[in-house]
């Protein structure tokens, strides 16, 4: 069973940078797609950002602040988050589909304060 292993997360003030990053600890056949969700407290999980064949979309929320890149290779991704705001606050998931299949990590905490 593979499984995705999220590292990076902390408390960090309102400005300042994170970089989060995902390995799986075994290959991922025909990866298609890899990704960062967040769930902040009482909210529904939401899309951060993905990578889909190539191709790379952002929520609103944090187009120019955030960038997510994909090492398909290694079957790691990582996301730098600069500029953070208290409302980026929350516990983020790697994802990666490999097929038809879905492969979440963890979670990994963020808080940022004001």
């Known amino acids: 069973q593979v499984q995705l292993v999220e590292s990076g997360g902390r408390l960090v003030q309102a400005g300042g940078s994170l970089r989060l990053s995902c390995a799986a600890s075994?290959?991922?056949?025909?990866?298609?797609?890899m990704g960062w969700y967040r769930q902040a407290p009482g909210k529904q999980r939401e899309v951060v950002a993905r990578?889909?064949?190539?191709?790379?979309t952002y929520a609103d929320s944090v187009k120019g602040r955030f960038s997510i890149t994909g090492d398909t290779a290694n079957v790691k991704v990582y996301l730098q988050m600069d500029s953070l705001k208290p409302e980026d606050t929350g516990v983020y998931y790697c994802?990666?589909?490999?097929?038809?299949?879905?492969?979440w990590g963890q979670g990994t905490q963020v808080t940022v304060s004001s």
């Open positions: 075994g290959s991922i056949f025909r990866n298609n797609a």
């Open positions: 990578i889909t064949s190539g191709s790379t």
């Open positions: 994802y990666i589909r490999g097929g038809i299949r879905d492969y």
